[in-house]
């Protein structure tokens, strides 16, 4: 079974920058679609979004649009997410996932890592 294992996370500003990264256990990753989430503190977790490992497409949920992007490094087994213009509303765990169809559900996606906590002060 995949492991995956979130890093990155911080305390920053608003406005600043971060970049988080998941790093899976193994490379045979092509069939999957890796994919972000994040809980704020007291509210449901929220679908951030997703990248096919095959072909680098990504889909990002409408709240974090122009603001997040997702890469990949498939050498390095590892997906980012950039978050650009962090506001305090940002202020979450992060967690990714796996998924083995395209799919913006929750329920689609398997193999959470345990999170990294970012945090955004006013």
């Known amino acids: 079974q995949v492991q995956l294992v979130e890093s990155g996370g911080g305390l920053v500003q608003a406005g600043a920058s971060l970049r988080l990264s998941c790093t899976a256990s193994?490379?045979?990753?092509?069939?999957?679609?890796l994919g972000w989430s994040r809980q704020a503190p007291g509210k449901e977790r929220e679908f951030v979004g997703y990248?096919?490992?095959?072909?680098?497409?990504?889909t990002l949920a409408n709240s974090v649009q122009g603001r997040f992007t997702i890469s990949r490094d498939s050498a390095a087994n590892t997906m980012y997410l950039h978050m650009n213009n962090l506001k305090p509303e940002d202020t979450a765990v992060y967690y990714c996932?796996?998924?083995?169809?395209?799919?913006?559900?929750?329920?689609?996606?398997?193999?959470w890592g345990q999170g990294t906590q970012v945090t955004v002060s006013s």
């Open positions: 996932g796996l998924s083995p169809i395209e799919t913006m559900s929750l329920a689609g996606f398997r193999s």
């Open positions: 193994q490379r045979s990753l092509l069939p999957y679609f």
């Open positions: 990248i096919s490992w095959s072909n680098g497409w990504t």
